[in-house]
């Protein structure tokens, strides 16, 4: 069963179908998607076809992907995401978007929180990264924020323009 992930504002569900007006909203946004290099879908069979694809790569253990709502209201306000997972799924890494109006009141921040305690407690990752635009300074504050750090000597070949942030699981580790 897909891991349903609860916090004290937060449930982080999986994605559905019926979910496609949000979906196709959080990726196509001229805001949201400003650093952001990725298709954005150009009608609602876009937007299933997106869901369809993130639905079969949750059936084939490629990532996990939850949509993002607040307890008390079942509208989905953004998503988070472990993904491109090391072939000895030690490592993943995270990606998130949110509706900007729910931006800035610390929801991203709790939503992170708890996929990392789920990635490290539940998967056993070592490390968790994130890939974010050099110019992404709400993304690069919410990864400081959270203890993730800047990997200042790799690139992220796939887009130059990307600064790439790591957080280490100490426990797993020593």
């Known amino acids: 069963p897909f891991p349903e992930l609860k916090t004290e504002r937060l449930l982080l569900r999986e994605l559905e179908k019926p979910d496609w007006k949000i979906i196709f909203y959080l990726r196509s946004d001229e805001i949201i998607n400003k650093f952001i290099k990725r298709p954005r879908p150009e009608n609602k069979a876009a937007a299933i076809e997106f869901i369809n694809k993130i639905k079969q790569g949750i059936r084939n253990n490629e990532w996990l992907y939850w949509c993002i709502i607040l307890e008390n209201n ?15 799924r030690k490592v993943a890494e995270v990606g998130y978007d949110l509706h900007p109006g729910y931006q800035k009141k610390g929801i991203m921040s709790e939503a992170l929180n708890r ?10 990752l070592t490390k968790i990264e994130a890939f974010t635009h050099k110019d992404n300074e709400s993304s690069k504050r919410l990864l400081t924020r959270n203890n993730f750090h ?10 130059l323009d990307n600064v790439i942030f790591e957080i280490e699981n100490k426990q797993l580790i020593e």
């Open 150 to 159: 800047l990997v200042y000597n790799r690139i992220d070949e796939g887009n």
């Open 115 to 124: 996929v990392m305690e789920f990635g490290f407690n539940e998967l056993k």
């Open 74 to 88: 079942p509208q989905v306000i953004g998503t988070i995401c472990l993904w491109h997972f090391s072939e000895d």
